[in-house]
């Protein structure tokens, strides 16, 4: 069983870069034809897929972040991580990464079979 764990700072302040990692166990960031996503959920609103990184490095965007977004990973902590840069109140969301998806339907929610519990962020005017 796939486990993911994200962890980072829950209080951001506005300009600054918010940056968080997935931690992941019971599965390996590389297995072939497997693609890993940040998704996130704005207080009152539906879940965004932010983007992802496949098992071969590649790294895919949502068109209305891809110019604040970076996802890389460490493959040696088996582990990936999202950066959103000039952060404002409107980034205030719990955040999940999550998996279990073929890359070719990252973009589809419906579609990942794990998810990690969620990390509250805020950002600060």
């Known amino acids: 069983q796939v486990q993911l764990q994200e962890s980072g700072p829950g209080l951001v302040k506005s300009s600054q870069t918010l940056s968080l990692t997935c931690t992941v166990s019971?599965?390996?960031?590389?297995?072939?034809?497997?693609?890993w996503s940040w998704i996130r959920q704005p207080p009152g609103k539906g879940l965004e897929w932010m983007g992802g990184?496949?098992?071969?490095?590649?790294?895919y965007y949502g068109p209305s972040l891809k110019m604040r977004t970076s996802i890389s990973r460490d493959t040696s902590k088996n582990q990936f991580s999202l950066q959103l840069t000039s952060v404002t109140p409107e980034d205030t969301a719990v955040y999940y990464c999550?998996?279990?998806?073929?890359?070719?339907?990252?973009?589809?929610?419906?579609?990942?079979?794990?998810w990690g519990q969620g990390t509250q962020v805020t950002v600060s005017s």
């Open positions: 019971g599965g390996s960031i590389v297995t072939t034809y497997y693609g």
């Open positions: 999550a998996s279990g998806v073929r890359l070719r339907a990252l973009m589809d929610l419906n579609e990942y079979a794990y």
């Open positions: 990184i496949g098992y071969d490095g590649s790294t």
